[in-house]
């Protein structure tokens, strides 16, 4: 296996934390509107179009099931570090601004859609779409914006579904199975719009909320099973498009973040 | 297809007379197509008589659901979506597969068969109806290979 990468060999000792977007703070709410508007209009890698045209159109590297033969599904680590990469061209703009998490379940009884994603009154609110920019060769049918066009809240997942796939899914590639094709797939076709097909779902901010959540799961499943999930044979394969390896993001505190419910901190005075 | 159903050819139920009980029950289609929409595919059991509306509630024969991702259009150049152009074109091309090979869908679907097998049923029809966000039935998008009922215990 080969060493893991120089950054990722021992944790930060000043974790971030990961919260639900349902309890962001109002000055935590403002960092990450902040931090997307900040990188929606790079073009360079710290730009957003960058980094959702890697998920899809036109760079096409993400990983989802896949039942070719030998072929070995990396959704998960695939999906957690493409998270760390986004997270850290905002935070390049925006240092305090950490990627939230949509509380599926929670959604059921608030509306659906988070607020924080939605369209507000009379301002620019940049989590609630993208103005997606032309693909090369003008594509018929490339959307120019995202859209959206959410089901009934009722029918998102409820707690006991993510429970049971976490908690009685010991084997990690039961559990990973279950977690892309019994609730992510649904978010995605529940959103519906350009969050319906993979060639354009990131261009939509709420896709890293969504995905957010996903990786939760995961870091939950770890903990739970005292695992850190894929077999270490695969540690040292490459995650297409993204610069690291598997083994570089089984930890998440490798990568300076935890999830925590909420959090709020005093320094002390000098 | 619209709806599928095993209604012609019923999964038997294993005989567990003097053996222990399952825990787990899984349904898997594999060589499920994601060429098309998105889709909730809904899985009932012992009944045909189905339809978007149908409660999704134990009592009405529901089993679970699996979710499809669909590709959606194709935004590449001509053979970009075509499975069959690879990867991989050759023994030594180990690029990443083609992300429209088909995939495995697995519903779990433990409670719904053990309440067939404790109402006396020796065989089990499997319907599945693809319905979408809306409650809406989605027309010919459920396309897969085998569908095997896989018990644990």
Known sequence: MPAPHRLLTQSNPRLRHRKSVEKLRPDQLDALREGFAAIKPLTDKNGFAFWAGKHGAPDYDCEHSNEEVGYDNLFLPWHRAYLYQLELALQTKVPQCTLPWWDWPASRTTGGIPAAYEDLEGELNPLAGFEIPPLPGSPPNWPTVTSRNPGNPASLPEQGLIDEIVEELSDFDDFSEALETRLHNGIHGWVGGTMKWPSTAAYDPIFWAHHTMVDRIWALWQVKHSSPGPRPELWGTPLKGLGMTVGEVLDTATLGYDYAASTEHREPED | ?153
């Open chain 2, 1 to 153: 297809m619209e709806l599928y159903t095993t209604k012609d050819a019923p999964f038997k139920i294993p005989a567990w007379e003097g053996q222990p009980d399952f825990y787990r029950a899984d349904l898997q289609f594999h060589g499920v197509e994601h060429r098309g929409d998105s889709y909730e595919g809904r899985v009932f059991l012992g009944t045909t008589d189905v339809s978007p509306q149908t409660p999704t509630e134990l009592e009405s024969g529901y089993a679970g659901s699996f979710y499809v991702f669909g590709h959606g259009p194709c935004f590449g150049d001509e053979g970009h979506c075509d499975v069959e152009a690879g990867p991989p074109i050759h023994h030594y091309d180990y690029r990443r597969p083609h992300p429209l090979n088909t995939q495995r869908m697995t519903v779990t679907i433990t409670k719904a068969l053990r309440r067939t097998v404790e109402a006396g049923a020796s065989a089990v029809e499997v319907t599945v109806i693809p319905t979408n966000a809306h409650n809406e039935e989605v027309g010919d998008i459920l396309h897969f290979k085998r569908l095997s009922l896989v018990t644990y215990d």
